[in-house]
């Protein structure tokens, strides 16, 4: 889950990480009050999406008085964004954030994220700050500094002094492993999967303060994290994937022809790929889950079905936890009235009792027997 730069600076200033004075808006009038109770002569205006690359779409721009402020929120506000993360579409932007701007002796990048392969947080920090990291690690990747954390003891003095020096911070490294532990402690608190600032400065009067902050948060700890939950912005999502949440399913929609109905996010992967190893693409990425019912199935249909692109559908069940049966039903509920093809491979537990539900069901099912009978059987289906 995503969150907009307004409120993931909020989250850092509970923790005690220093932020600028800005306020979130919705209305050219409103940013041109909150300019005048920051005060100052300069502000930075800058839209709140779920994207980056904000800058150089025109989403971030530097005011030099009040006026400037109310046109550059005028012209933002109801405005749709286009940056590289966001595709040729864009997203709607309903709300600025209007900073009082800040007077930059140095940027840095700070991050954090979850390592899979080690299993542990990592803190990633460059002296090359206010830039995309990614190009930075491209091109001079030893500008880049790691630090992979213990679990089992956290967070080390000896670390945050090591990636003070590391970034040519030295002699500011006392406050900075106090400013870092803070990181951690909110990362570890909030069950994030991202923590980046960028770029992280210090000011020509010695402060240190995030600029910009992104974040993002483990949805399956949700249900322990209500505060968290609470910040999340409908509008930035899909709203079939919103849907499919609220019923147990994890959907992705992809641009291709064929749907997939799939449970295991790994078996669903490994169907994408077959689709595309016999000349197709899939239109989607949906995991049922383990315990898919008969209605969990059925709304599956329904989600895959709202994309007009669909020509073609592909049940691929490997039970475990679940029972074929238990999904065959579901799928003979849906596919009545079914004006798309429909491939099923049924395997594992119940798989007999499924595939006779099937097979009596009197319905034009196409039965594959295995993943490779069943993506081929699919992409000729979608090009008929």
Known sequence: MNIHEYQAKELLKSYGIPIPPGEIVYSDRAAARVAEELGGTRWVVKAQIHAGGRGKGGGVKLANGPEKVTELADQMIGSTLITEQTGDTGRPVHRVLVERAARIDREFYLGMIVDRVSQRIVIIASAEGGVEIEQVAAERPEAIHKEYVDPGVGLLDFQCRKIATSIGLTNRAVPFTRLLKKMYRLFRDKDCLLLEINPFIVTEEGDMIALDAKMQFDDNALYRQGEVAELRDFDE???????????????????????????????????????????????????????????????????????????????????????????????????????VPLIVRLAGTHAEQGNRIVRDSGLPIISASDLADAAQKAVAAART
């Not at 669903?268 to 989607?284: C, E, F, L, Q, S």
């Not at 329904?302 to 799928?331: E, M, P, T, Y």
């Open 237 to 339: 999502e899909d709203p079939k994937e919103v849907e499919a949440s609220g019923h147990g399913l994890n959907y992705i929609a992809l641009d291709g022809s064929v749907g997939c109905i799939v449970n295991g996010a790994g078996l669903a992967m490994a169907t994408m790929d077959a689709i595309v190893v016999h000349g197709g693409r899939p239109a989607n990425f949906l995991d049922v889950g383990g315990g898919a019912s008969p209605e969990r199935v059925a709304e599956a249909f329904r989600l895959v079905l709202s994309d007009r692109n669909v020509k073609a559908i592909l049940v691929n069940i490997f039970a475990g936890i679940n029972r074929c049966d238990w999904v065959a039903q579901g799928v003979v509920q849906a596919a009545a009235g079914l004006k």
